[in-house]
């Protein structure tokens, strides 16, 4: 397998593990008023994820370094034509940082209030955009000859990224919910899975039909296959949220969205960025990639620190895998 190949693999691998770990921490963003009536549900909602926030954060940076690293016309096209949307997620996931830190710092619930809400923006948009930007990698943009986005903003605001952007939203508050019930106890836990066992339907309808245009635009069997997969595992999870199974609902979940990205990443090869104007104007993973050299040492870096980083993020995880109840959080 040559090594293009590998690293566009890998950075599919990033993108799914950022999506999977990143969704549910973006979903409880979004649902904090949602399920949070006073101050203590609230805290307890922001505590389910306190400790693992940031470090899901690190995925995107990596992935990020990745692709500029190893592809860097696909990073250089990416960053300059996704300009406006990248920026918004930016500054959306520093405020949403900002707030996690500030939301305490006075005994207001006005000042708690609007970090409150500063969180659910934080969220939201990045759930949206990060769906939108990939409908929109996938569909295809209008590259030139010189492979520089020849498009404007509104050309990305097309009704199939729209679905997709939709979709991530969607597919983010299920995951959420589920995550919010798997670590919670109480009236909590059990408002959680209501709620999650409510929103399923939805994100099946939502999902498929995105999945589904995916399919008939591209005919690609393998991203098929995998979409049929995905499309099974959110239908396994609307049984297991109904059961009130929420470990395997969160695996169903997880697997869902980790498939989805799989299939997106594997119709879209060989190519890394189609153009719409002509098929000879498109990014591939020949085209956009650095020197042999460079992914040879590229590779050996990521052989050696990867797992170091994955044994570190798992204990994480596996230290603070107890559930909370609210009647543990201070009035």
């Known amino acids: 397998m040559e090594l293009t190949t590998v690293w566009f693999a890998l950075i599919a691998i990033l993108w799914a593990g950022y999506f999977l770990l990143e969704g549910f921490d973006f979903g409880v963003g979004m649902l904090l008023p949602v399920l949070g009536r006073d101050n203590r549900e609230r805290r307890l909602l922001i505590n389910t994820i306190g400790p693992v926030w940031d470090g899901n954060e690190v995925w995107v940076i990596v992935a990020g370094g990745a692709t500029f690293a190893a592809f860097p016309e696909w990073y250089a096209t990416l960053f300059s034509g996704f300009y406006l949307p990248l920026l ?39 759930a949206i955009l990060w769906g939108v930007a990939f409908g929109n990698i996938v569909r295809g943009v ?27 939203f969607v597919l983010f508050v299920l995951h959420g919910a589920v995550f919010i019930a798997l670590k919670t106890d109480g009236e909590m836990r059990q408002r959680s899975g209501a709620l999650a066992a409510r929103i399923a339907p939805a994100a099946v309808v939502v999902a498929g039909a995105f999945l589904a245009w995916t399919a008939i635009a591209h005919h690609d069997g393998g991203g098929l296959a995998l979409f049929v997969a995905a499309a099974l595992a ?69 052989v050696f620190f990867t797992p170091i980083v994955l044994l570190y993020q798992g204990w994480t995880y596996w230290v603070f895998r107890k559930r909370l109840s609210v009647e543990k959080i201070p009035a």
């Open 234 to 302: 959110l239908a396994g999870a609307v049984v297991l949220t109904r059961l009130r199974r929420e470990g395997w609902a969160f695996l169903a979940t997880g697997a869902t969205i980790v498939l989805a990205v799989f299939g997106l990443f594997v119709t879209l090869f060989p190519d890394v960025m189609p153009s719409t104007i002509a098929d000879a104007n498109s990014l591939t993973v020949h085209n956009a990639s650095s020197t042999p050299y460079t992914l040879k040492v590229m590779t050996w870096v990521a």
């Open 88 to 126: 918004i997620i930016l500054v959306a996931l520093i405020i949403r940082g900002v707030a996690f830190e500030y939301r305490g710092k006075r005994d207001e619930d006005r000042w708690r209030r609007r970090w409150d809400w500063c969180i659910v923006a934080g969220s939201l948009l990045p």
């Open 142 to 168: 209008r590259l030139d000859a010189q492979h520089e986005y020849a498009g404007t903003f509104f050309d990305l605001l097309n009704p199939y990224a729209l679905v997709g952007g939709l979709t991530t």
